[in-house]
């Protein structure tokens, strides 16, 4: 396989594994609202799938990396 080949299988790899994340931490949200009333930990999980949305879907990242090439 090529490295590119290597690349796009890593990113799609990476793709499904935060949007597992993201479903098992919604449905999460789910049932943790139906238990309990507070507000605090359901802000808390809002905040670490904003993390993973921000990071690794708009790639925000790549804004404190350095390019090669131009």
């Given at each position: 396989?090529?490295?590119?080949?290597k690349?796009?299988?890593?990113?799609?790899?990476?793709?499904?594994?935060?949007?597992?994340?993201?479903?098992?931490?919604?449905?999460?949200?789910?049932?943790l609202?139906?238990?309990?009333?507070?507000?605090?930990?359901?802000?808390?999980?809002?905040?670490?799938?904003?993390?993973?949305?921000?990071?690794?879907?708009?790639?925000?990242?790549?804004?404190?990396?350095?390019?090669?090439?131009?």
């Amino acid at each position: 396989m090529s490295s590119h080949g290597k690349s796009k299988a890593a990113a799609i790899r990476t793709s499904l594994t935060v949007a597992i994340v993201l479903a098992v931490l919604t449905i999460g949200e789910y049932f943790l609202a139906l238990v309990y009333s507070g507000a605090a930990l359901l802000l808390l999980m809002g905040l670490v799938k904003a993390y993973f949305v921000v990071n690794f879907f708009m790639h925000i990242s790549r804004l404190w990396t350095v390019e090669k090439g131009h």
